[in-house]
């Protein structure tokens, strides 16, 4: 590998104790690698950079080319990892204002989401901006049938529909589904939509380097196979259980000390806000992997400087539950030099012929002494650019990384049964035939909430094409 | 008042409790509204509703009319409170995709924001975008030195200069800033630029009703004068010490109580994406008000159903220092009806006929049953629409509630000493004069962590109008 991204411990207030993890590291290391561990029908994700279908990524790249010269917009409907991973990556590797550039100033397709929440205001202005553009969608759901993008592609169905004719709307429809089964991978068949799959024994949350992710990349320009490469190089990087050599488990074994400590909050930190998607992948992540059992650390973020003029207060000096894990970019893709301007008198001029990047690194450094002293542990993932090939290793090692925490923990990293409990609730009020029994004693629990709030069912401005 | 939001404790598990707290309350009702408290040299928002000057008002909608006559977009320059409370009231109140619509689908005026942030990737991303546009700024500091925009508006004052020539340059500016001193209000002056003032006894968190948060949302085309007047309705319903009449210090008794019970993270909870810089805004006010002492509440905000996929694993049953306050819409602004589709599998048909927005309540509904059963306490605050007049509304009541909160938590909810200890550093680092003497100690402590990253002062792509 020609680079790597780096872990510095230095601030972490373990470093020195990391290595009393060796023995559980190297067990939690031989049950991933050998599948002896819970979950172990879904380690997909663990060689894929390897042994990934070339072939299929080829079509999917074909794909995302008549994506690219056919529509305006593409349209990703898609729920967690169904589009946390492809948005980190689009947010971290475009234009910050990617949408809004004419279409000859940008490498790829608009992108735009539907399916990730279950507001029809949301929707609604989602549509009207699409009006008089070309539009298609890819519909990324394992089994079709999860409300929120299940509600979405229904309502682009009827609109492509309308928009174009039921013959050019499936052409413009790109399903990623399972391979065999479920009602989207049905209705493809049926409707001939191209399709790619997501694999049996990768997880939504692990997903990102399969077609989930790759095809609204490809779409928007990103170079997948560089992505791909880094992914590659980290798997090779990681693959020996010795911490010493290893800093993806450096990090889990850091990050599970600090937990054993207290430091039950983590918060991912970075100083470029086009990484604010990266940290909601990571959050879904490690929420999902490590919160069970009334276990694991919570999973936190933040933008800086932006937030230290937010939450930094409470950092510095509010409860001693946090510790940080910064993500810092070596080198920014744009850059900026302070001009002098000795007619002001804005402060800013021992700071003339600097780069602005100069400063958003000290802010960087002046913070992780500050917080260290405040009592705040300090994790420093160095990551030389923002490019597709270094973002690829990142992806690689938190989910590495992830892993290894989980078995840790002493959790299944890939299951998440709790997700099911707010779902059988709302099938039930939703009045979902076989969910009748619950109902009942559901409306009751609910009464004064009902009675509090307003109505439940009023339909405000009727929705017509 | 005609209507008003409403908090919901029914499955707080603290409702029973909160009387316990009437004395406590009525002394910190008592500490604010007499002025008998910490930091009652920065009560001036408490009053602010009733009290602000209509002239003023007056002047700055004819600016903000003379913005959206004279301009494409509008820059917003500042950072923590001098732009999430703006941002928040924009982004609930306008069309979600407001920059992207043809100025004669929209109310008013672009919005972008920049000198929140450091990074130069994104200030000349924004610049790219503003190449061929009509461009208005708006900088907010009070000092005028504070780095991030001191930075920023240096670069937009060259940049409107070069595209509009000094004289017109000038006109464009807008300045929001101390009435008498520092270096922002004396640029003003000697460059006649439209200034309006940051009152000396409110703080920026608490600024939001001031010119700060005004004079943009103005420019979006947001009816201020209805924001005011929820703001004055609230002001006048949390008046009274009774905790019984008021549901302000309810909330602030609440999470007050929850937090002496260990419950350390509070999970300000939305189903409407458009909410998520108001909880930005929620997040800088409690964090900053309550992180010291090391106490405090750690406030931290998820989008559902959006993050039910993400970090509802974790919430649902992970560690159990979690409590949630969920602001629940009662109304949509738009909304859209479930068309039957009986050819398709998908599972819906049992919705057919049903609006969007009711699925939404469902998963409001179900989640705060699976929430709650989970052990996690839920405190929901009903409002009935998104409109400028219960925005008005929300806003007060987190004030207040928050000014509450920190008087029970026994610090001062307006001083927020921890955010110089990393400016201090940098400063140093930065080489600014009068900091010499930290710059060799820190940049000793930062050896390893200089050596293993990349380096600090490189110049990538020179910037250049």
């Not at 735009?112 to 553009?133: F, P, Q, V």
Request: glycine share 8%; hydrophobic share 40%; proline share 5%.
């Amino acid at each position: 590998m020609t680079r790597a991204i780096n872990l510095d411990l230095s601030h972490s207030m373990v470093e020195g104790a990391v290595l009393e993890l060796e023995s559980e590291i190297r067990a939690a290391h031989d049950h991933l690698h050998n599948g002896t561990g819970p979950g172990n029908q879904s380690l997909g994700w663990l060689e894929l950079p390897a042994n990934y279908d070339r072939q299929e990524l080829a079509r999917l790249q074909a794909s995302a080319e008549r994506i690219k010269t056919t529509a305006d917009a593409l349209v990703v409907i898609g729920i967690g990892g169904s589009y946390l991973g492809a948005r980190a990556a689009i947010e971290i590797l475009t234009h910050s204002f990617h949408n809004q550039l004419p279409r000859d100033r940008r490498p790829g397709t608009a992108i735009y989401y539907a399916g990730h929440n279950l507001s029809s205001t949301y929707l609604r202005h989602l549509l009207d901006i699409l009006e008089d553009k070309s539009v298609c969608v890819n519909v990324i759901s394992k089994s079709g049938t999860t409300t929120e993008p299940a509600i979405a592609f229904r309502v682009f169905r009827e609109w492509l529909q309308k928009k174009y004719g039921p013959q050019e709307a499936r052409r413009r429809i790109f399903a990623t589904t399972d391979q065999a089964k479920g009602a989207l991978k049905q209705l493809a068949l049926e409707q001939n939509y191209e399709s790619f799959v997501i694999p049996d024994n990768i997880g939504g949350r692990f997903s990102v380097l399969t077609a989930v992710g790759l095809l609204p990349m490809a779409a928007a320009g990103i170079d997948i196979g560089e992505l791909m490469a880094g992914a590659g190089d980290m798997m090779r990087a990681t693959a020996l259980p010795s911490l010493t050599a290893n800093t993806c488990y450096q990090y889990a074994a850091a990050r599970n000390l600090l937990y054993r400590q207290g430091k039950t909050i983590e918060l991912l930190v970075n100083y470029e806000p086009s990484m604010q998607y990266f940290a909601e992948w990571w959050k879904q992540l490690f929420g999902e992997s490590e919160g069970k059992h009334h276990k694991g650390t919570f999973p936190a973020s933040v933008n800086f400087s932006t937030d230290l003029h937010s939450i930094g207060q409470y950092i510095q000096d509010g409860l001693r539950l946090l510790f940080e894990t910064v993500i810092r970019i070596g080198q920014p893709r744009l850059e900026v030099t302070i001009q002098p301007e000795p007619s002001t008198g804005d402060g800013l001029n021992y700071l003339n012929g600097k780069t602005m990047d100069f400063v958003n690194q000290q802010a960087f450094a002046g913070s992780l002494i500050a917080h260290a002293d405040g009592g705040v542990p300090n994790l420093v993932l160095n990551v030389p650019k923002q490019t597709p090939y270094f973002l690829g290793q990142l992806f690689y090692f938190f989910e590495k990384a992830c892993a290894i925490s989980g078995y840790l923990l002493g959790v299944n990293p890939f299951d998440q049964p709790g997700v099911e409990s707010y779902k059988n609730n709302m099938f039930a009020l939703l009045g979902k035939p076989g969910f009748e029994a619950e109902k009942q004693a559901l409306e009751k629990r609910l009464k004064h909430t009902l009675i509090s709030g307003e109505r439940f069912d009023k339909l405000i401005l009727p929705y017509q094409f």
